[in-house]
């Protein structure tokens, strides 16, 4: 397995944008977890899912942020409209239940 | 409400001097704690769990539950250990993971 899978690894937009970060987490895995990493707040959980269903959202900054998973090994985070604010790197994870969660490797915003 | 806590934004070390990163965790039920680290241009991975109780690279944490303390440790630092590392707490039925905001060591010659 190649690991939890995130794309784009880079991505530079304009204030306003909308912006989809993608997620392909390990195969079998039942969880899926959204990080957001800051210099100034380290790891913080925006959202996460079990079995696709979103658990606990309450990390969501606010209505311009937007998660979903259509399926087992499919996830998006959309932020509509962009703000400057929200540059950061957005790590996805995945777990089984009651196992290790595996990082995938970032996707690093920046907004300008 | 769940919380961890590092105190400590930057840890800087000399080779062979002794580590300790510091964890506190506020939570009502039993806790399961980790530790992760983030070597440079890595990503996360699992350093160790409490309920394991084994050392990994060096590395030991135990849980206190008086202090509600669950310190990493290791008694002589090397060059690559430099990396952030992140305290987590697990908790709920859920299993929400939730994490400090890190602590970077940096151990030098």
């Known amino acids: 397995d190649a690991g939890v899978i995130q794309s784009p690894r880079h991505e530079v937009t304009e204030m306003g944008q909308e912006v989809t970060l993608r997620c392909k987490p390990i195969?079998?895995?039942?969880?899926l977890f959204w990080y957001r990493q800051t210099m100034m707040r380290g790891l913080e959980l925006l959202i996460y899912?079990?079995?696709?269903?979103?658990?606990?959202d309450s990390g969501m900054p606010e209505d311009r942020f937007s998660a979903k998973m259509p399926n087992a090994s499919f996830s998006t985070l959309k932020i509509q409209p962009s703000e400057p604010r929200d540059s950061a790197v957005y790590f996805c994870?995945?777990?089984?239940?009651?196992?290790?969660?595996?990082f995938g490797e970032g996707s690093r915003l920046t907004v300008l | 409400a769940q919380r961890v806590t590092q105190p400590e934004k930057l840890l800087s070390v000399f080779k062979g001097a002794p580590v300790e990163l510091k964890c506190n965790y506020s939570y009502s039920g039993s806790p399961e704690l980790f530790w992760y680290v983030q070597y440079s241009r890595q990503r996360l991975q699992l350093l160790l769990r409490?309920?394991s109780r084994e050392s990994i690279k060096g590395f030991t944490a135990d849980l206190n539950k008086g202090e509600t303390s669950f310190h990493l440790k290791k008694p002589f630092a090397q060059e690559e250990d430099s990396a952030m590392y992140y305290c987590a707490l697990l908790t709920g039925t859920a299993s929400k993971l939730t994490f400090g905001t890190g602590t970077r060591l940096q151990v030098t010659l």
């Open positions: 195969s079998g895995h039942n969880s």
């Open positions: 994870a995945s777990r089984e239940f009651a196992g290790e969660l595996f």
């Open positions: 899912f079990n079995n696709n269903v979103p658990i606990d």
């Open positions: 409490h309920i």
